[in-house]
């Protein structure tokens, strides 16, 4: 069987490093693996018939999907619709919820996400770097934050430390306010940074894909609206799924748009003909702003 | 609209009353210690050990109690973070919110938190019969170990069930495995661990009940873990029982160089705590 381990495996130089080539000095962050290299592969992901029970509840029924890579995927619906435990499957948090089983298949490059266990769910949470509805630093300095996440993969040495913390603070644009300041506490930066430095955090253990849970409702819009921007840049190496309550965002960002409800996904396809021309009715009557 | 304000205002005092009449307890305290003790106090008292005629007035001092006290105190203080901190991540971090171990365990420290010292003391001691032990500066450290590691366990488990789960989920999702993720709780509920260490000290450095039967006395200062030690509440106690005043003031002595080591320590943690709570998150 494929591990996801390996399945996992990470470029020989980070693909935002490459990209942009802000400076060859980081690379590589880490060890590359010959058998699967990212770059040539597509990193889909695909759900097969996905059930998740928490205790006697049925939260998502029966989900088919297909995330395509280097998109922004929106999932939206109203609350309670089970798009957050959606995400939280893909990143194995579903784990710390008491009384849950899931069934079905959720496949990265063909390995079961469901099914891996111990030190592969250890590769999988790198792989799928989340931003949540609060940006949570961790209790550190801000760069303590970045470097937490490498360090926990082995990178050592405080100036490799440094570069790495740089080049991602840049991709998230908060490198010109923070660099005179990366050992102060991450807590006394504003709320909108504070986001910025999670995405950064996710950003520098080199994930595929990016879980986004409402990340810019807690925001300021001028804030949300960097993040938004930001993840525009960021789809070009990344896949990212993100859920929102926010309509006009998803209007404004997404390249496929899943609409939920009650736990089933209704509709599902590419922004434009979802949002201009749904073939559910609910789809219709969600846009049209008849329930929230 | 009146009562309301009138109510307001008896609740007031009520409130400044109830702080006052503590405050004015501790001033109290401390006042008749200090009016007492204060005359029988020296750098002798301080620094040297008690002298032959010592328990009927004569020259020497009580260091023999503040260096066997310091000796268990630090010695339990250690030992019983080793033993609680590994006990408070276990049931906040490894169990499940409503894990019936957790449950379980939780009462059990509660029923630990409270059994009077001498009850550890009586123990220890019967246990110590047992091996054929003699009263000792180890039997003293393990009782003292046994009496704080509940009040460890539960002050600090109170500040590790507020650790936001955030936290931890973020901490997880960077692939951090839960070892890796106590690292960072640590340092959310590292102020707790402060407070439960301050609370757990002041117990432990002013117990008598517990260390009488497993420490015993002595006049000298315990140079090997098998012999026996003496401390300050004990001091206090043997020489309040004397019928000589001057005895009887060097026992308000021991006991204002008892309440200044506490003040020290709580002073020292208050800052510690400070320094620890720079990245915690509100």
């Known amino acids: 069987m494929k591990h996801l381990l390996q399945a996992l495996s990470l470029p020989a130089r980070p693909r935002t490093l490459a990209a942009n080539g802000t400076s060859g000095k980081v690379a590589p962050l880490f060890r590359p693996d010959r058998k699967f290299n990212r770059d040539e592969q597509e990193s889909e992901l695909i759900v097969q018939n996905l059930n998740v029970h928490i205790k006697d509840q049925h939260i998502l029924k029966n989900i088919h999907l297909t995330i395509p890579d280097k998109k922004i995927t929106c999932v939206i619906g109203p609350s309670g619709c089970g798009k957050s435990t959606l995400l939280k499957t893909f990143n194995r948090l579903i784990d710390s919820i008491e009384e849950v089983r899931v069934s079905g298949k959720v496949l990265l490059n063909g390995t079961d996400i469901v099914s891996s266990g111990g030190s592969e769910i250890i590769h999988l949470r790198r792989a799928m770097g989340l931003i949540s509805q609060k940006p949570c630093p961790l209790p550190m300095s801000i760069f303590d934050n970045i470097a937490y996440g490498c360090r926990i993969h082995g990178i050592r040495g405080r100036k490799k430390l440094r570069l790495v913390a740089q080049h991602y603070l840049e991709a998230a644009g908060l490198w010109e306010e923070v660099k005179d300041r990366l050992n102060t506490p991450a807590t006394r930066l504003s709320i909108g940074q504070q986001q910025r430095l999670c995405l950064a955090r996710s950003l520098a253990v080199e994930p595929r894909f990016i879980l986004a849970d409402e990340a810019t409702s807690a925001l300021d819009p001028i804030s949300s609206k960097i993040i938004e921007e930001l993840f525009i840049k960021l789809k070009e190496n990344y896949s990212i799924v993100m859920v929102t309550h926010t309509l006009r965002q998803a209007l404004r960002i997404a390249d496929n748009v899943i609409f939920m409800y009650l736990g089933e996904v209704i509709e599902t396809g590419p922004a434009d003909k979802v949002f201009n021309n749904p073939e559910h009715k609910l789809t219709k009557k969600y846009l049209s702003g008849v329930f929230s | ?282």
Not at chain 2, 101 to 108: G, H, K, M
Not at chain 2, 123 to 149: E, N
Not at chain 2, 196 to 203: E, M, P, Q, Y
């Open chain 2, 1 to 282: 609209m009146k009562l309301k304000f009138a109510e307001e205002k008896f609740f007031k005092i009520l409130m400044i009353g109830a702080t006052m009449t503590v405050l004015a307890f501790v001033v109290s305290i401390i006042y008749s210690i200090l009016s007492k003790g204060w005359g029988a106090m020296s750098w002798d008292m301080i620094f040297k050990l008690p002298g032959g005629g010592f328990y009927i007035g004569k020259e020497g001092g009580f260091l023999n109690a503040i260096a066997g006290s310091l000796y268990i105190v630090g010695a339990s203080a250690a030992l019983g973070l080793l033993v609680s901190i590994p006990v408070v991540f276990y049931l906040n971090i490894y169990l499940k919110r409503r894990s019936r171990l957790a449950y379980v365990a939780r009462i059990a420290y509660d029923v630990l938190f409270g059994i009077p010292s001498i009850v550890y003391g009586a123990f220890g001691f019967t246990i110590m019969i047992y091996f054929g032990l003699k009263t000792s500066l180890l039997g003293g450290i393990i009782v003292i170990t046994l009496l704080i590691i509940p009040i460890f366990i539960r002050s600090m488990d109170e500040v590790a069930r507020q650790l936001p789960r955030e936290i931890i989920d973020a901490s997880y999702s960077l692939g951090a495995t839960r070892l890796e993720t106590i690292r960072v709780a640590l340092r959310q509920i590292a102020p707790g661990i402060a407070t439960a260490t301050l609370l757990s000290v002041g117990r432990a450095i002013g117990d008598a009940a517990g260390v009488m039967f497993t420490a015993g006395y002595t006049d000298s200062i315990p140079t090997s873990l098998s012999q026996p030690a003496a401390t300050l509440p004990l001091a206090v106690f043997f020489q309040l029982s004397s019928p000589i005043k001057e005895v009887q003031d060097r026992a308000y002595a021991a006991a204002l160089v008892l309440t200044i080591i506490v003040l020290l320590l709580s002073i020292l943690g208050r800052y510690i705590t400070n320094r620890f709570s720079k990245h915690k998150l509100k």
